[in-house]
Antibody
């Protein structure tokens, strides 16, 4: 079964750090584009970061320089290292597989597999 | 990195149709045929309903359809059912630095 399971969320003080994990089963993380998306309480979805199958990484302006996306191929797991956390980073964080097709010409199919989410609360 | 614009709410009676708009710019919706739509029930993870503007993943009912004209994409839900009551978000590929910009979200109510 294709599945993503996030962990690592919790309560953290402003300025602190946290690392989220996203364990995949049924497919290979390193062969896919993988993304993090967050949702603040009562708010909409916000794209946070993506890592391409080739290893390139990209970030939303709101987290650039503070968050780092990475993966461990041996563990088939995606990570999000979050530093210098702020109150506005409080949200449910989802990992998702972003399905693409092609190499030279890439077609972007959207996020077809999602985890259940992990909650990050930044508060003193 | 501005969010795409959606109406906050839409509603319809069972069996009727509802259409949700998603307005962006030539840098996102208008520039690529990579608009996707997601359904989210309360407390649940989003679910992909439409990709590449109008294609449905396996298992998504054909009551859900998508289209695009210029900088505006649309999702239509025909034959509304009670289980269609949810929040819906559009998203567009917009280049690597704005990879998956989302819409503001629309709450669909089945009357």
């Amino acid at each position: 079964e294709v599945q993503l399971v996030e962990s690592g969320g919790g309560l953290i003080q402003p300025g602190g750090s946290l690392r989220l994990s996203c364990a995949a089963s049924g497919f290979t993380v390193s062969s896919n584009y993988m993304s993090w998306v967050r949702q603040a309480p009562g708010k909409g979805l916000e794209w946070v970061s993506v890592i391409y199958s080739g290893g390139s990484t990209y970030y939303a302006d709101s987290v650039k320089g503070r968050f780092t996306i990475s993966r461990d191929n041996s563990k088939n797991t995606l990570y999000l290292q979050m530093n210098s956390l702020r109150a506005e980073d409080t949200a449910v964080y989802y990992c998702a597989r972003y399905r693409v097709r092609g190499v030279i010409t890439v077609h972007y199919y959207g996020m077809d597999v999602w985890g259940q989410g992990t909650t990050v609360t930044v508060s003193s | 990195q501005s969010a795409l614009t959606q109406p906050p709410s839409a509603s319809g009676s069972p069996g009727q149709s509802v259409t949700i708009s998603c307005t962006g710019t030539s840098s996102d919706v208008g520039g690529y045929n990579y608009v996707s739509w997601y359904q989210q029930h309360p407390g649940k993870a989003p679910k992909l309903m439409i990709y590449e503007v109008s294609k449905r993943p396996s298992g998504v009912p054909d009551r859900f359809s998508g289209s695009k004209s210029g900088n505006t994409a649309s999702l239509t839900v025909s034959g509304l059912q009670a289980e269609d009551e949810a929040d819906y978000y559009c998203s567009s590929y917009a280049g690597s630095n704005n990879f998956g910009v989302f819409g503001t979200g629309t709450k669909v109510t089945v009357l």
